[in-house]
């Protein structure tokens, strides 16, 4: 018996259908305030900063905004604000898979470190894959890149203390 396409029920060409592309947007909620969302045409119109960082070995260049400058637009406290009980804000950071992060807010701001966290739409030049992006958060001063996460999909930002 010869199998012919016309054969197969039709739902099977369903398991074939590549995935609908995830939207290029994140979401970013500071606290109680209403959530807010940035697209690349947002993204395009922030500085831009270029980083390079080491993922096993290979370095690897990734362009995008500051992650503080996402941040200072959705009126997290950075600056003068980050003191007090302020200093208990971490940032929390999901990726479409569900893999999560952790940073401090204090690890944002210039007043406490050089470091910084970018927020990558761009990996050696190009758009990112969607294995990888469309965004990222990248950390060019650890050591490992466990925290540079992919696939990035929303940030929380939250108070511990109030």
């Not at 197969?8 to 060409?13: A, K, N, R, Y």
Request: proline share 7%; no cysteine.
């Amino acid at each position: 018996m010869r199998l012919t396409l016309a054969a197969l029920p039709l739902f099977s060409f369903a398991l074939w259908a590549q995935p609908a592309a995830p939207p290029a947007h994140v979401a970013v909620r500071v606290g109680d305030k209403p959530e807010q969302t940035f697209t690349e045409e947002d993204f395009a119109k922030m500085p831009r900063h270029h980083v390079s960082a080491n993922e096993h070995g290979t370095t690897v260049e990734y362009d995008g905004v500051l992650l503080r400058d996402v941040l200072k637009k959705t009126g997290a406290p950075l600056g003068k604000e980050l003191k007090g009980k302020a200093l208990s804000t971490y940032v929390l950071a999901t990726a479409r898979d569900g893999y999560a992060v952790v940073y401090t807010l204090t690890e944002m701001d210039t007043a406490f470190t050089d470091s910084e966290i970018l927020l990558a739409d761009r990996m050696k030049g190009q758009p990112m894959n969607d294995t990888q992006g469309p965004f990222r958060i990248v950390v060019p001063s650890d050591k490992k890149p466990a925290r540079s996460l992919r696939m990035l999909e929303r940030i929380d930002v939250v108070q511990l203390r109030k």
